[in-house]
């Protein structure tokens, strides 16, 4: 499992388990728990590719980014550890 910061969002940590190039699972600490759960459902079994090039660049408000973009760049911190 690896742990991520994200930076600029209201959850606090982002813990991500890959699988070769495929996401087994990811968990949120803090932010819309709701949301973040359904996130993690949805991406559950999904390509990192395919998961980065649909949410990167995703914003919350007038954040300039969002749970889902930081959940990108943990997947590919995840990736880069492998």
Do not use: W
């Amino acid at each position: 499992m690896h742990t991520y910061i994200p930076r600029g969002v209201c959850a606090r940590r982002i813990d991500v388990e890959l699988e070769g190039d495929t996401i087994k699972e990811v968990q949120f600490t803090g932010g819309c728990n709701g949301n973040l759960k359904a996130i993690s459902k949805l991406v559950s079994g999904q390509k990192v590719d395919d998961v980065v090039a649909l949410l990167q660049g995703n914003t919350c408000g007038p954040r300039s980014t969002s749970c889902a973009d930081q959940l990108t760049l943990a997947l590919r911190e995840a990736q880069a550890q492998q």
